[in-house]
């Protein structure tokens, strides 16, 4: 499993573009017919991609881990945001599909994703941070799921916020993880933007048609610089980064975050004008 080691707040001031992506973007995670997970130093996230195309993936415990499998002492999320699949988690099966979401607790032993048809397949999204607890292994089909309505046309964020994995929706003992989509027409996602250093967050841009890009701010208010971003690429934000896009089209999102608290509304709001 490899290491995404992110920079400081210090560091970062200094960074050339390619270094600002070595240390804050994953990619080349959606591969079809693999499964493919990065370290990241920051809140111990693992991030990653399963898409199985005939054959069924089963998720590894990575030596890095150094535990006899991957759940020991971890959580995961796991959102779909491609064609039909199966989740199965010690042997309950889980159909997903696009923009279903299944919870597998810390303790869960065997986990394998699997597409119903190799010519559409599954792209199951990863996202693990370690647990202290034990959560019931969980599924909520997108259709389930009761959006917040956020933003205006006029202000090109139109958009809604579904939670699946929240204080009030499938239990954790730090994962949070939901999922934005933009209306048409609309771009921008987290404008105004904010901070929270109590949680780090993790953007995973998908529908992002391949000739199109999602340009997402980081860094500190006052200091801010851009991540280009293609479709299934994942951006990593600490604490005292805000994190925010607008894309050349139309996309979704899926945001997650681990750390000191859960709740989704503890934020530390900016105004544009904040901005440099
Ligand atoms: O801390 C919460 C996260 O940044 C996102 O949920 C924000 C978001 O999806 C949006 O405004 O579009
Ligand atoms: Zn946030």
């Not at 759940?71 to 042997?91: A, F, H, K, M, S």
């Amino acid at each position: 499993m490899k290491l995404l080691q992110v920079a400081d707040a210090v560091r970062y001031e200094r960074m050339t573009t390619d270094e600002v992506r070595e240390a804050f973007l994953a990619d080349e995670l959606a591969i079809p017919g693999s499964l493919e997970l990065r370290y990241i130093d920051l809140d111990r996230t693992v991030v990653g991609f399963a898409v199985p195309t005939i054959n069924a993936l089963e998720l590894p415990c990575p030596a890095e881990l150094r535990a006899e499998f991957f759940c020991q002492r971890r959580e995961l999320g796991i959102l779909n945001v491609g064609g039909p699949g199966v989740v199965t988690v010690d042997g309950t099966e889980f159909a997903l599909d696009k923009l279903d979401c299944v919870y597998a607790g810390r303790g869960s032993k065997q986990v394998t994703f699997a597409s119903k048809s190799s010519d559409v397949p599954a792209a199951f999204y990863l996202l693990s941070y370690p647990a202290h607890a034990e959560w019931p292994t969980a599924m909520v089909k997108f259709a389930d799921l009761k959006p917040v309505e956020l933003g205006a046309l006029e202000t090109c964020n139109h958009r809604k916020i579904y939670k699946a994995i929240h204080l009030e929706g499938i239990r954790s003992c730090q994962l949070v993880m939901g999922f934005t989509l933009l209306e048409p027409g609309s771009n921008w996602n987290t404008m105004p933007p904010h901070t929270h250093m109590r949680r780090s967050e993790v953007y995973m841009y998908f529908d992002v048609d391949a000739g199109h890009r999602v340009l997402h701010l980081m860094g500190p208010a006052t200091s801010t610089k851009h991540l280009v971003v293609a479709n299934h690429e994942v951006a990593i934000s600490p604490g005292w980064s805000i994190h925010a896009g607008v894309g050349t089209k139309s996309y979704g999102f899926c945001w997650g975050m681990g750390g000191e608290n859960q709740r989704y509304d503890d934020m530390d709001a900016l105004t544009i004008a904040d901005l440099r």
